[in-house]
């Protein structure tokens, strides 16, 4: 009855772990989330100034990649490491080029790259990675 005991409190402990690991990667993606609806990005080219881009949807895409990133690996081992496995999915997945779109009428002007998406992307998951592992030990 003892060892039944142990075990279950184990597994109680385990499972909380693993539950506190995604809690972590959550927490992670809704900041990283957050951080790229307050950025704003530069287009270097002048014709294109002050046009929208579709910059939001990727920086938040890159947010989701890293969040997953987290989950996966701390399914198979909840620790700290998950807040790196986190930014470097993150920074990979930020975008190099972004569409353009001319003002108010909504017409796609094409894609560029003179701009600072992918800076101001990896800043966004730094930025979350450190909610996440405050001391950056990974």
Known sequence: MFNLLKVSFLLLICLWCLDMAHGTCRETRRTCRRGCLQARILVYDHTL??????????????????????????????????????????????????????NLQGILVGYTEKTNAADVCKSTCTIAYRVCDPNGLF
Not at 81 to 88: K, L, P, R, S, V
């Open 49 to 102: 100034m002050g046009s929208r881009t579709d910059f939001l949807n990727q920086c938040e895409a890159a947010c989701d990649e890293g969040a997953r990133e987290c989950d996966i690996y701390s399914q198979a081992r909840a620790t700290p490491a998950q807040c790196g496995h986190f930014e470097e999915r993150c920074h990979s997945s930020c975008p190099q080029k972004v569409f353009v779109y001319a």
